[in-house]
């Protein structure tokens, strides 16, 4: 009983400013698909908008090779290693990149590299998580 109240408060916590429909951590998809128009290879949706502890899932909807790599950051943010994501062949895989302490506020822009010149890319904006989220 204590453990589930605490549950609650933790939630409730969370969705503070929020809208009512919004509260707690999202799982936000975008599929990496191909379209034939005017890009063969695409994200869906091309943006994002995420909050600190939601995840991004990026899920192979083409069965060829994508990845995503950032090309840009938020001021203050240290993606490190997930600034480039592993190569996704399979339909159906996903790459799961959890927006944490890592990321800052701010607007990221990211390309998949084998059709960067083709022009598939897509942005992530990163919104205040509300309470705690703030790093040091
Ligand atoms: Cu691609």
């Known amino acids: 009983m204590a453990v589930s ?3 609650l408060f933790v939630l409730s916590a969370h969705a503070y400013g929020q809208t009512a429909t919004s509260s707690g951590p ?3 998809v975008v599929k ?3 379209t034939g128009k005017p890009v063969p290879y695409a994200f869906e949706p091309a943006m ?3 909050q600190r502890g939601d995840t991004l899932r990026f899920v192979e909807a083409a069965g060829v090779m994508h990845n995503v790599h950032f090309t840009k950051q938020a001021p203050g943010a240290k993606l490190g290693s997930a600034a480039t994501g ?4 399979t ?3 996903t790459y799961d990149l959890v927006i944490d302490g890592r990321f800052t506020e701010g607007t990221y822009e990211y390309v998949c590299q084998p059709h960067e010149m083709i022009g598939m890319k897509g942005t992530l904006v990163v919104k ?3 309470v705690g989220a ?3």
């Not at 592993?86 to 062949?89: E, N, R, S, T, V």
């Open 91 to 93: 339909k159906g895989q």
């Open 86 to 89: 592993p190569y996704l062949m």
């Open 134 to 136: 703030g790093g040091k």
């Open 26 to 28: 999202h799982m936000i």
């Open 48 to 50: 994002a908008v995420a």
């Open 5 to 7: 109240l605490a549950g």
């Open 32 to 34: 990496l698909v191909e």
């Open 128 to 130: 205040s998580g509300g």
